[in-house]
């Protein structure tokens, strides 16, 4: 076969297979449909607001407000009771519903369940009640992890409700991805038989899989069976909520806020935000009190002793050298340069750069030896915040950090760990750590098992009639 009829017949085999996409992406478009005027209007016809939120958008995803939205329905159900104190704080704790209604089926779905559980572990952890900022995730790492797992439970659920379905199945996008191959392949044979030899073949396989990108759009889940007709009434409430905004005079029990909540009609709060990680200002269950994170950088904050010591010889050379050449530099420096004034003024600089830097170093040194001859510190408390910061460039390491309340200042300190610590820890976690005096640096740390009853709250609990 020569090389342009492969050629040709690689473009007529791609245009074949672009028009196949296109028949398929018509044929498998989401159907929709208007609720009659019966339908639309009551939160009684719709499922739950996460799964409405599914269902009333086009992208086929969970939304980011869809925890929230399940916490606020929660509320209304009575199964999260909010409570406040006497300075306006308000203190969440899980009720706990009964396991299934009189149909036999599960009062709570598994996304519901994820929540309350949350709910539930944080409130016993504060000893039965905790503030909005107690339900924050720990760091970045296990929010996406816990998101993940909502958002699949969301999406099971709907399939079990036959509610949606993928929007192709997956032998028709296995077929779509091989039938690529053709166009991918003749181009290939054209590329080796001519001058263009592997190097072009390697971008005409780079180019294979970018052109089966838009193959994933139907692994997007779409209304399918019965989600057609909850779909239609899940965009009346949606239509309705943005045409009689609620505002803030919802009564106790109405479910509507969460539902605009789920379908991104009103947003989270200003401040603390349930399921969001972290933050410098954070809740501490064991002393029931907001402590702040403080985050220390400075040359030798978190150093080990020894990167001193080493380069104490190195350094001494250097600053030896600095000030020889700075003191031959002074005694030649005659009146004529001193009235031009620039030469005094850099002289000055240097010698002021000279000092700085040698002060610096001596106090790093006499730290370091002062941390090696002093037994590290031991500080034991209670995980109150994770931070991971994974960065997407492979040459940077990503760093993970941890502080613990232990109950003596409001301020405290947070530590680099490892990932392998970090994924062990979880707020509420109960950990020692043995750290430099002077340098602060992490000697070892030591998870510890939770003690059965946490301190320091009595008096911080609202009364349940409050």
């Known amino acids: 076969m ?7 017949l690689a473009e007529v085999a791609l245009v074949a297979w672009a028009l196949s996409y296109g028949v398929v992406m018509v044929a498998t478009r989401p159907r929709r449909r208007v609720a009659s005027g019966d339908e639309g209007g009551s939160v009684r016809t719709l499922p739950a607001p996460a799964l409405a939120a599914l269902l009333a958008r086009a992208d086929g995803r969970v939304p980011p407000a869809a925890p929230v939205a399940t916490l606020l329905d929660l509320v209304a159900r009575r199964m999260v009771i909010v409570s406040g104190d006497a300075h306006g704080q308000q203190w969440y704790s899980a009720s706990g ?10 009062v709570l779905l598994s996304f519901e369940r994820h929540v309350l559980d949350h709910v539930a572990r944080r409130a016993q952890l504060g000893g039965g009640a905790v503030p ?4 924050r995730l720990e760091s970045g790492e296990h929010a996406k992890r816990w998101y993940a797992e909502f958002n ?5 659920e709907a ?3 036959n509610l949606v379905a993928d929007r192709g199945p997956w032998p028709l996008r296995v077929l779509l991805r091989l039938g690529l191959l053709v166009p991918a392949v003749l181009a290939a044979v054209v590329a080796l038989r001519e001058d263009g030899g592997w190097t072009l073949v390697m971008y005409i396989f780079f180019g294979y899989a970018a052109a089966t990108l838009p193959v994933r759009l139907l692994n997007r889940v779409v209304p399918r069976g019965a989600g057609i007709a909850v779909a239609a009434r899940c965009r009346s409430m949606r239509a309705e909520l943005l045409r009689y905004p609620l505002g803030d005079n919802a009564p106790p029990g109405d479910r509507r806020p969460a539902y605009a909540m789920a379908f991104g009609l009103t947003s989270p709060q200003r401040g603390a935000t349930a399921f969001k990680p972290g933050g410098d200002l954070v809740w501490s269950p064991w002393t029931g009190r907001w402590v702040r994170v403080v985050s220390r950088w400075s040359l030798s904050f978190g150093a080990s002793p020894m990167v001193a010591l080493i380069g104490f010889v190195p350094a001494v050379l250097f600053f030896g050298i600095w000030g020889v050449l700075l003191g031959g530099l002074t005694q030649q420096l005659g009146r004529s340069q ?7 003024a850099l002289l000055v600089l240097g010698w002021a750069v000279w000092v700085c830097g040698t002060v610096l170093f001596a106090r790093w040194f006499y730290r370091s030896v002062y941390d ?3 037994p590290p510190v031991t500080i034991i408390g209670q995980v109150v915040f994770l931070e991971s910061l994974v960065s997407s460039n492979s040459e940077n390491p990503d760093n993970y950090y941890v502080a613990v309340d232990d109950g003596t200042t409001d301020r405290i300190t947070r530590y680099e760990i490892s990932r392998g610590l970090h994924d062990r820890l979880r707020y509420g976690s109960w950990l020692s750590l043995q750290v430099r005096p002077k340098l602060r640096s992490l000697v070892h740390a030591e998870v510890l098992p939770t003690p059965e009853a946490s301190p320091g709250q009595s008096g911080r609990r609202p009364a349940s009639g409050q």
């Not at 519903?97 to 599960?106: H, Q, R």
């Not at 909005?132 to 339900?135: E, I, K, N, R, V």
């Open 2 to 8: 020569g090389g342009p009829i492969s050629l040709v």
């Open 97 to 106: 519903p009964a396991p299934a209604d009189a149909d036999g089926e599960p």
């Open 132 to 135: 909005l900022a107690g339900l």
């Open 152 to 156: 699949r439970q969301v999406i099971a």
């Open 159 to 161: 399939r079990r409700l």
């Open 338 to 344: 001193v009235a031009r004034m620039w030469p005094a």
């Open 372 to 374: 090696l001859l002093v």
